[in-house]
T-cell receptor, first 111, second 113 residues
Framework: QKEVEQNSGPLSVPEGAIASLNCTYSDRGSQSFFWYRQYSGKSPELIMF????GDKEDGRFTAQLNKASQYVSLLIRDSQPSDSATYLC???????????FGKGTKLSVIP | AAGVIQSPRHLIKEKRETATLKCYPI?????VYWYQQGPGQDPQFLIS???????DKGSIPDRFSAQQFSDYHSELNMSSLELGDSALYFC????????????FGPGTRLTVL
């Protein structure tokens, strides 16, 4: 069974700091990796996607992928209180587009 | 930019009733996915459709069925509702011709009493 593991948190960081969110996955055939942000009672909002090993940067967000270690991470620089949410790591498997989600990491950015 | 549209946004049903949830994908998106998210849980994949054909099936109960229509909108039909079906139901869409990135709709909150 495909699994995606995240630390549930809560992860608390002061405003302006770097928040680091981590995720591991079990299916070595996984091709695509996504980070979604979800506010309570709302739908998942796409933050980043990454397909290749290495880093991918988009504004204050950097996604990192290491397929050999089956590890993907999200860095949020200059964290803002509005970044306080649950961050979901999602992975799809070989030959499948269905997403398997981790249980999410709850991030709190303290003003 | 246009987003995924879901209706209704909220639905209250009694046990053993039926419910129909609707999803209208982003224009030019040909693939629709349905996910169920229980309280405090991560989204669980139910089923997906590509070009009106079922493309993948997850943990969808036999009481549920879904289809995608010629205009690419999709409907999730739920029968013999149980208390445990109370959840947020999200539809997501993607364009298979570009990337497999899924964009989620606002969800339907189903409450079964």
């Amino acid at each position: 069974q495909k699994e995606v593991e995240q630390n549930s948190g809560p992860l608390s960081v002061p405003e302006g700091a770097i928040a680091s969110l981590n995720c591991t996955y079990s299916d070595r055939g996984s091709q695509s990796f996504f980070w979604y942000r979800q506010y309570s009672g709302k739908s998942p909002e796409l933050i980043m996607f990454i397909y290749s090993n290495g880093d991918k940067e988009d504004g204050r967000f950097t996604a990192q992928l290491n397929k050999a270690s089956q590890y993907v991470s999200l860095l949020i620089r200059d964290s803002q209180p509005s970044d306080s949410a649950t961050y979901l790591c999602a992975v799809n498997g070989a030959g499948s587009y269905q997403l398997t989600f981790g249980k999410g990491t709850k991030l709190s950015v303290i003003p | 930019a246009a987003g995924v549209i879901q209706s209704p946004r909220h639905l209250i049903k009694e046990k053993r009733e039926t419910a129909t949830l609707k999803c209208y994908p982003i224009p030019r998106h040909d693939t629709v996915y349905w996910y169920q998210q229980g309280p405090g849980q991560d989204p669980q994949f139910l089923i997906s459709f590509y070009e009106k054909m079922q493309s993948d099936k997850g943990s969808i109960p036999d009481r549920f069925s879904a289809q995608q229509f010629s205009d690419y909108h999709s409907e999730l039909n739920m029968s013999s509702l149980e208390l445990g079906d109370s959840a947020l139901y999200f539809c997501a869409s993607s364009n298979s011709g570009s990337t497999d990135t899924q964009y989620f709709g606002p969800g339907t909150r189903l409450t079964v009493l």
